[in-house]
């Protein structure tokens, strides 16, 4: 089976940065979109951006601008670089393999205002 670890939470003002690592292991099969997913405490887990496997990326009307997704198939990574944090982007962040039911543990992104 496909394992996925996410990595580069943290704590960070408003108007900063951070960048969110991927990492994919396991059975791999074949390599198709991937996916960042993120939950607020109270609300549902919603989708913030995907990557296809030849690199075409899609965002969420929430983020787009302001994220960026990226993949390096050759390290099994994928990416979301995070810029212009607001306090709304505070979050656990998923990384998911495709559309499947494989998702990573989820690091803790808060944006203090």
């Known amino acids: 089976q496909v394992q996925l670890v996410e990595s580069g939470g943290g704590l960070v003002q408003a108007g900063g940065s951070l960048t969110l690592s991927c990492a994919a292991s396991g059975n791999i099969f074949s390599i198709n979109t991937m996916g960042w997913y993120r939950q607020a405490a109270r609300n549902e887990r919603e989708l913030v951006a995907t990557?296809?496997?030849?690199?075409?990326?899609s965002y969420a009307d929430s983020v787009k601008g302001r994220f960026t997704i990226s993949r390096d198939n050759a390290k099994n990574t994928v990416y979301l670089q995070m810029t212009s944090l607001q306090p709304e982007d505070t979050a656990v962040y998923y990384c998911r393999y495709g559309f499947t039911a494989i998702w990573g543990q989820g690091t803790q992104v808060t944006v203090s205002s």
């Open positions: 990557v296809a496997d030849g690199g075409t990326a």
